[in-house]
């Protein structure tokens, strides 16, 4: 720096002007540095905070007389270390405000909220002074801590709930000596997970109210809906107390529950039916005995589905009152009228109990079951016969052996379309007696006349039976028939297919024998028989098929079977002692 000018580069190689400034000041930089290391700490009147982390939301601050949890880490001004929490793996726990801590710490934890993070610098006279502590902490110290806050409460602390989604209907809530089924996050009070029963994949399942859960939480679930979500916020003296858990809960912690509750009933309920819907007019309710054809969707108290007949497109079918199905549904379906939907709400010991089933229901379920009965009967139920229209003349009844024609519209009893002759255009035609038709239709074809309307309501047992139609009628349905009778044809007395309705030939052999060989053949007989009838001497049985009338007329005069009639073989049916068709 004496130098007028700089020497040649020759002679000195020497950095230029500036580059000695630059290095001269980071030389005096390193010198204060160094001497502020050994320089005595700035001498403080009163504690110094600096809040280093402030949570977004602060529920409660710390208040004299509180009990508090927290981390910190205790050192000098210079950085060292003397004492942390952390080291130790346990946070400091004390009330604040009753001269459990040093002044300063007393005044420094008020107004901190759980998570806040402070820096706290306090002066001799507010910690340790003149004295010191042993030969950890000298005389006159300054004090940094660096504290966490964990946890906060007071022992006039209670219960606190708070519900932040409450379900549109709640029917019920919980009471003492309620059981319940809910899921739950259990965290301290920093937002530390120590349990849930989410991770287990399954509820927690008790009574509330005597003693089997901490008494916070059977405080806390009083009062809950069926879907509603609350925060149970509890202190350590309604929680795990002084002890914690031994393993998750520290001593002292209060605890944060976050509860869903998704099932409810006590041990004193019954089966409850609600959302009846009843069709009128409802002629008959069920009994026990009756066999019962219904559909239903099977839920959950929560919701949650677990089953329904509508998704295999087959009613549910079984007889009531009779043990078939769980007692609550057994109960539920005594008093039904056909088309009614109901809900039924089955508590577990009328449903599946403690065990459940395995899979879609959970053990002390209450179970809900929205049902729609399609038809029920009875097995020793008769043919319903109504009669809605006869007409002025009605003196000629069908009877068994009848030819009848009619229409019909057949259906479930729930309406549901089964067929109809008018679709086809064309009517129904059968022989009464002949079992052409299922023996419910017989009988309610049975003393009909010409031009008369009915409606017959057929149960299983005499319709399609437990087997049904395969696409077309349900197994065990009961059928509804409208049938209107269209012509009729008398029938022939009972055991014949053939008879006179004349005076019979004394020669009757001979006229069938048309080549006059003495024997009568197939063609012979046949023609003969269709020319009586022609010419209106004899009679067919109507509805049936006149040649195999014939044939089997034919085939009971062939004794030995040879093709053949003779005259030795040839009786009249008069003077046979079994019958045959003349």
């Known amino acids: 720096p004496g130098l007028r000018s700089p020497p040649p580069k020759s002679v000195f190689n020497q950095p230029s002007l500036n580059a000695l400034c630059v290095h001269g000041m980071i030389y005096l930089a390193v010198l204060v540095a160094f001497a502020a290391c050994d320089a005595p700490p700035v001498p403080l009147d009163d504690i110094v905070i600096e809040k280093t982390f402030v949570p977004e939301q602060c529920v409660r601050a710390v208040k004299v007389g509180d009990y508090v949890r927290y981390h910190y880490n205790g050192m000098f001004p210079d950085g060292k270390k003397f004492d942390s929490s952390y080291d130790r793996s346990s946070t400091y726990n004390v009330y604040v405000g009753k001269k459990q801590l040093i002044e300063g710490m007393d005044r420094a934890l008020v107004g901190m909220c759980v998570n806040e993070r402070r820096l706290v610098k306090i002066p001799p006279q507010l910690a340790y002074g003149k004295e010191g502590y042993s030969d950890v902490i000298p005389s006159d110290a300054i004090l940094h801590f660096d504290v966490l806050l964990l946890d906060v409460w007071n022992p006039d602390d209670g219960v606190q709930s708070k519900t932040y989604y409450t379900p549109e209907n709640c029917s019920r809530k919980v009471e003492v000596s309620d059981y319940v089924r809910y899921h739950y996050n259990g965290t301290l009070l920093d937002g530390t997970l120590f349990d849930s029963s989410h991770t287990r994949m399954r509820t927690y399942d008790t009574y509330v109210g005597i003693g089997w859960l901490i008494a916070g939480m059977d405080q806390g679930l009083l009062g809950m809906c069926v879907g509603e979500k609350r925060i149970i916020t509890m202190p350590p003296s309604l929680g795990y107390g002084s002890n914690g858990d031994g393993s998750d809960i520290p001593q002292q912690a209060s605890l944060v529950f976050d509860v869903v509750l998704l099932d409810l009933h006590n041990p004193k309920d019954g089966v409850s039916i609600t959302n009846q819907d009843i069709p009128q007019p409802c002629p008959r309710k069920s009994v026990a005995g009756d066999f019962i054809r219904y559909h239903y969707n099977g839920s959950l108290l929560d919701g949650t589905f677990f089953d329904s007949s509508y998704s295999r ?132 074809l049975k003393e009909m006349c010409v031009g008369e309307r009915r409606n017959l309501v057929i149960p299983p047992h005499l319709g399609y039976g437990e087997r049904g139609v395969d696409g077309e009628v349900p197994a065990s349905a009961v059928l509804v028939f409208d049938i209107e009778m269209i012509e009729m044809e008398a029938g022939l007395p009972d055991g014949y297919m053939f008879i006179w309705n004349e005076d019979v030939s004394a020669d009757l052999f001979t006229e069938m024998d048309a080549d006059k060989d003495l024997q009568v053949l197939a063609s012979e007989f046949s023609d003969y028989i269709l020319r009586q009838v022609n010419e209106g001497k004899g009679r067919l049985a109507p509805g049936f098929d006149a040649y195999r009338i014939i044939e089997n007329m034919f085939s009971n005069q062939d004794r030995n079977g040879d093709g053949k009639i003779t005259e030795d073989e040839f009786k009249l049916k008069a003077d046979e002692t079994t019958h045959d068709e003349l």
């Open 313 to 444: 497109n087959r009613t549910y079918d079984t007889y009531v009152g009779k043990g078939y199905v769980i007692g609550g549904m057994d109960e539920g379906l005594i008093g039904v009228c056909i088309g009614e939907k109901r809900r039924i709400i089955i508590p577990p010991h009328l449903g599946y109990g403690e065990e459940g089933t395995g899979t879609k229901i959970p053990g002390s379920a209450v179970l809900v079951f929205d049902i729609h009965i399609i038809d029920f009967h009875n097995p020793s139920d008769p043919v319903v016969i109504t009669t809605n229209y006869k007409p002025e003349v009605c003196e000629t009844l069908a009877k068994k052996g009848d030819f009848v024609k009619y229409h019909y519209n057949a259906s479930l009893m729930d309406g549901s379309f089964i067929d109809s002759t008018y679709n086809y255009g064309k009517t129904y035609n059968i022989v009464l007696g002949a079992n052409q038709v299922v023996p419910g239709m017989e009988e309610g």
